[in-house]
């Protein structure tokens, strides 16, 4: 079943149960109701006529706000499920009753069957796919609500088929107790699973419950205004709602004329329905691909654009046939096309607006349509007959055309909207990680909501230093950072195309002073630099390719070409997905660990780089690679899809999109030339050979610790001269396993995974880790000596590794008294090396205690580099800061 699910439905294993539990909900529900309707429908009809189907849906109209407006109330206090229980449990012991009425042939009850069935549709369409809304997002629905519908439709189907043979077995007023033991049946079984599956999926005490405050009438249209969404939303609810009851009224007055008997009527409408619904249920297969292909904007044109062609013919040609067209295609395309779309639009709503959009879109703007279509049948009948009713119909469609046209031009903006209005904290985004030791964090900056402001950099020549080109040149290479930044920003003036390899070679200093002073000389060469900038982005070290990009987003360049570009970290990150799958199975490798998790960081990176490059033609991008770490992630996703070229959003899709790995890595061989044998010993001669310093070593470590196999000699052996010193450590610890030698872990291995216990680094990844391994001294000090003087500068950071420290105040005077004593784990001297301010306590080690010693000038260096650093430690200082106030 799992893999039929994922393979043919794309239902992938965390979405399994919700959505088989949603599909038999729907299924039983929709399979009992399509043989109650064929029944009301054919009594009523034969009994009271078309004329009278006006002043019933008015009336249903006036009974539906009723009916909502105590389901709003009710709604505050219990979930979804559990309203639906209950109503399922009134219908069935109120049709039982109504059954009784019948066989006494008391002909009000085919009147309040009428009603009692409208009623229901109504509140199935809302607190059924309330549910379903709350256990999938927007960019899950695109692939379950098709299928969800589906399972309706072939309840409906089956229903329609079965409403003659099980009225001919049982009798045809006896299909009213079928009915309520079905309603009651799976109202027992929605009470016994559905608290479980919910609290599952969802937060805690969030389980479908409407906890949002309701809006008053007069505040709709400003809502409408503010939120085009809602505009939509309320226009795709009420105008086709005022076109169902004409239309309605037309194919019943069709329909009676040209069946003569009931039993003619109930055949032809249980086969006609049954084969719609059965074509329906066959097309909602294909859906999911069609709102790829088509995209959602331009599916939801299909409705209008019908129903304009429908009522346009009714009033060419008021015949069966046309009349026979109507209701297949609206069946189809509303369960098909539009009921599907509708339903994920619904997951881009502003979240405080979802409860009450759900119940009055839903509910109250759906009675209102029929109410009013309802109207103005009563109003227009006495003067024309039903054919002229499809004239106005037809006015009401193309405005429904015009509404849509407007939402497709607009659709970006109202998902940028939405994502803006969902209040993302930016504070909490995961800060910035690097890709490789010595880069620069690639912060795209905080989003804002109105298009890029910093078109470009205004240059006050006033400000540069006039130094003659030749000079100058020379200068780049000086030792002093501060003559290479003014030696760098000279070129803003001259623009010396002999500068641009050197400055660009800038761009991978850490002093920002030079960095800054590179890029802002290589943004005045705008345009006639591009093919080298395109070039360099290719091989560049990270932290210079994201100063390429930077030197292009502030440039105002237009006609980037960054195919190459996207090609190349695209597959890398492909490749990084299937090493990370291999490593999964694994299992008891401390190596294997610490390799994946920096394959996840560089992905990580490679995302971000990428989102960097598309914002260099797209300012959006900085918003939308934000909220993918955000509530709004779904959106974001749906959003990036709608806004880049459709060329690109193949690759690049899957990578930030909520499904699982196997998906990822399947969609990416199917695009890219990805290697297709993912064998761990293949997997690390390739992870060996890595631009990454940091993903050469931790493949040799896995080589080391986990695989020791000769086969990789050659491998080992080719890294012994590696630039980076830990890759050789590593290389020659590799080699001496290998070749079933004793040799003592490297050093740097131990100090990383040591480096994880201490508080202090809490949430650090792999890369940040290794950045702050590599900069610190290992020191060892004899009871008594001194780590930190009370009153004396400070400007180191001491991580205990094993021993213990004494913390004196007033140390070496009558009133020394020891504080604390501090063992294996804790740290010393963080506030007085990050405040600059004397230390109010003197540290003595007790006994022989081995140290981490951070330096302030180097771990200020690291800093930089990594970003992700400060932030955890403000994080840090932060709560500790809170637990002290308390």
Known sequence: MKQFLEKHLKIYAHEASAFLWLSLIFFSIFFVFAIFRNYVDTAFLKRYGPDSIPWMLVINGLLTFVVFGVADRLARRFTD????????????????????????DISLSYPILYQLLHLLDSML????????????????????????????????TLGSFGTRPISRLVGEDETLLIFGLACLATAVYMLRTAPGLIGRTQPKGKASKNTAPSKRLVEVPGLMKQFPIVRYLIITGLIPNILLPIFLYQFSVIANHTFASEQALMQFLSLFRGMTTLLTFVLLFFMGRLYSTMGLTNSSLVAPVNFAALFAGLAAFFNIYIASYGQFSAILIQRAIAGPVNKILFSIVPGELVAWSRTFIRGTVLKVGMLTGSLIMIVVKPVVDARPLALIAFVFAVYWVVETLLFRRHYRRILKQVIVEKEIDFDQIEAVRTIDSGTAGMDLGRAEVEDRSERDILIDERKVPVIEPEVALKLLDDPSPATRADAARSFALNQDIRAVRTLIRLLEETDDRVRNAAIEALITYRGKIMPFLEVSLLESHPRVKQGILEVMRLSGVKDFEMIPFLGKQLTHA????????????????????????????INEEILRLIFYALWVQHADMRLMYQALRSETASIAVELVENSIHRNIAPYLIPLIDDIPLDEKIEKGRELLPLMRSDAPDRLLHILAESEDPLTRMLALFVVADCMCDPAFIPVIESRLTDEDQYVRQLARYALARCSNEVMDMPEIIDIVNKLKTFSIFEGMGIRELHAIATVLNVETFQPGDILIKENEENSSLYLLVSGSVEIYSGYGTPTQQLKVTLGEGSFLGDLSMFTRLPPNATCRAAEITEAYVLQHHRFVEIMKVYPQIGINLCRFFSLKLRQASY
């Open 125 to 156: 369409l809302v607190y059924l796919w309330n549910m379903a809304g709350d256990l999938f997002d927007a960019r899950q629905g695109k692939r379950v609500f098709p299928l969800i519908t589906a399972a309706q439709v072939l309840g409906t």
């Open 574 to 601: 492909y490749g990084n997905l299937i090493a990370i799958r291999q490593f999964q199975s694994m299992n008891g490798c401390e190596g294997v660990a610490m390799l994946k998790e920096c394959l996840e960081e």
């Open 81 to 104: 499920d559990r309203l639906l229980f209950g109503i399922l449990t009134f219908y069935a012991v109120a049709v039982t009753a109504i059954f009784f009425t019948v066989k006494a």
